[in-house]
């Protein structure tokens, strides 16, 4: 995937600062390639370095190059570190360099102050790379689509085994065995498996409970695939609905909800819009106060991220963006509902990810 771009997209966004100093990983990566757990990129208005240990000599130099990042690699111990960044530092002519707020300890900062950049004044930032990062470039969209296509055919080839006596985590592991097979690095996060009462806390874990016939089953999960997620409730049931009232009217009710929400995303719209057309179907049906969390929020190279779609976000969607919608219901001692799609959003509409089908909700 070629990020060549990605610097210079910064660089232009930087109005107050000469040089910023990316310590997210995550960030790193977005902008350079590197995937290495230790590393730290200086950006300064015309040149870039990153510095890292010798652990990723090698891979450093493959990725970045793979990847077209005009960035220089400095490959050193800490002390080589301080001196590489202190002399970029210099040759840029900066007196004050930009911290990631969000990312950035105080004891480092510290540390920052005192012992890398002595003299120079450090200046916090915020979402400088993320908000490159809302929008995302066609080699990006292929990944999420790929990770998306994974995780719904892994959970396609299991839920057949839903009524076979199965305990919560023994289910969560063998989708997690399913998509790694099929080509994810990992899943997106921990995967939620949460049966019958259980599925009344929207974070459950799974245990050893085992899954019951006529039992709603939140099924939250999604694969990562190069690097990016993609992420998916289903709410199912083994062998017949649940026999409560109330969890059967909660399962049309989230259903119509989530249906609304997607068809509300599209570019211009305010994000608190669509958790507006979901929470007031649900608020409709009497379940107001048992829909207990935001409707949804971005995905990319984090399973969480920018834009939030919650009834306090001041975000407005825009093409390109890639956001979940997913609401739901919970009935404590009873059971719960999530019903959950990925989607990008485009000029006139949306256009879902997650295909997974919804008729055994």
């Given at each position: 995937?070629?990020?060549?771009?990605?610097?210079?997209?910064l660089?232009?966004?930087?109005?107050?600062?000469?040089?910023?100093?990316?310590?997210?990983?995550?960030?790193?990566r977005?902008?350079?390639?590197f995937?290495g757990?230790?590393g730290?990129?200086?950006?300064?208005p015309?040149?870039a370095?990153?510095?890292?240990?010798?652990?990723?000599?090698?891979?450093a130099a493959?990725q970045?190059?793979?990847?077209?990042?005009?960035?220089?690699?400095?490959?050193?111990?800490l002390?080589?570190?301080?001196?590489?960044?202190g002399?970029?530092v210099?040759e840029?002519?900066?007196?004050?360099i930009?911290?990631?707020?969000?990312n950035v300890?105080?004891?480092?900062v510290?540390s920052?102050?005192?012992e890398?950049?002595?003299?120079?004044?450090?200046?916090?930032?915020?979402?400088?790379?993320?908000?490159?990062?809302?929008?995302?470039?066609?080699g990006?969209l292929a990944?999420m689509?790929e990770a998306?296509?994974?995780?719904?055919a892994?959970?396609?080839?299991?839920l057949?085994r839903?009524?076979d006596?199965?305990?919560?985590?023994?289910?969560?592991?063998?989708?997690?065995f399913?998509?790694r097979?099929m080509?994810?690095?990992?899943?997106?996060?921990?995967?939620?498996?949460?049966?019958?009462?259980?599925?009344?806390?929207p974070?459950?874990?799974?245990?050893?409970?085992?899954?019951?016939?006529g039992e709603?089953?939140?099924?939250?999960?999604?694969?990562?695939?190069?690097?990016?997620?993609?992420?998916?409730?289903?709410?199912v049931?083994?062998?017949?609905?649940?026999?409560d009232?109330?969890?059967?009217?909660?399962?049309?009710v989230v259903?119509?909800?989530?249906?609304?929400?997607?068809?509300?995303v599209r570019?211009?719209v305010?994000?608190?819009?669509?958790d507006r057309?979901c929470?007031d179907?649900?608020?409709?049906a009497?379940?107001?106060?048992?829909?207990?969390?935001?409707t949804?929020h971005?995905?990319g190279?984090d399973?969480?991220?920018?834009?939030?779609?919650?009834?306090?976000?001041?975000?407005?969607?825009?093409?390109?963006?890639v956001v979940?919608?997913?609401p739901?219901?919970?009935?404590?001692g009873?059971?719960?509902?999530r019903?959950e799609?990925?989607?990008?959003?485009?000029?006139?509409?949306?256009?879902p990810?997650?295909?997974?089908?919804?008729?055994s909700i």
């Amino acid at each position: 995937m070629a990020v060549s771009s990605r610097l210079g997209a910064l660089r232009s966004q930087l109005q107050e600062i000469s040089v910023l100093l990316v310590s997210s990983l995550t960030n790193i990566r977005y902008l350079t390639g590197f995937t290495g757990s230790a590393g730290l990129l200086c950006v300064g208005p015309e040149h870039a370095v990153l510095v890292t240990d010798g652990r990723y000599e090698t891979q450093a130099a493959e990725q970045i190059s793979a990847c077209g990042a005009p960035v220089e690699v400095k490959v050193a111990g800490l002390a080589g570190q301080r001196e590489a960044l202190g002399r970029f530092v210099d040759e840029a002519g900066c007196r004050r360099i930009g911290l990631e707020a969000a990312n950035v300890t105080w004891s480092r900062v510290k540390s920052f102050q005192e012992e890398w950049f002595p003299g120079v004044e450090l200046v916090p930032t915020e979402g400088c790379v993320e908000a490159l990062r809302l929008r995302k470039d066609p080699g990006e969209l292929a990944r999420m689509r790929e990770a998306a296509r994974i995780a719904d055919a892994a959970l396609a080839k299991l839920l057949p085994r839903l009524g076979d006596g199965l305990s919560e985590a023994t289910f969560a592991r063998l989708l997690d065995f399913e998509m790694r097979e099929m080509g994810a690095s990992e899943p997106s996060f921990e995967t939620i498996v949460a049966s019958g009462p259980n599925a009344a806390k929207p974070h459950h874990r799974p245990g050893g409970r085992t899954i019951g016939a006529g039992e709603a089953v939140v099924v939250d999960f999604g694969a990562r695939f190069d690097g990016y997620c993609s992420d998916m409730t289903r709410t199912v049931w083994a062998s017949t609905p649940p026999a409560d009232a109330d969890l059967r009217r909660a399962i049309s009710v989230v259903c119509q909800a989530q249906a609304a929400g997607v068809e509300a995303v599209r570019a211009g719209v305010c994000a608190a819009e669509v958790d507006r057309t979901c929470r007031d179907i649900i608020a409709d049906a009497g379940f107001a106060d048992r829909f207990v969390h935001s409707t949804g929020h971005g995905v990319g190279l984090d399973i969480h991220e920018a834009p939030s779609v919650s009834a306090g976000s001041g975000d407005t969607l825009a093409a390109g963006h890639v956001v979940t919608v997913e609401p739901g219901v919970y009935l404590p001692g009873v059971g719960g509902v999530r019903v959950e799609d990925t989607v990008v959003v485009t000029e006139d509409g949306c256009r879902p990810l997650t295909l997974s089908p919804k008729e055994s909700i």
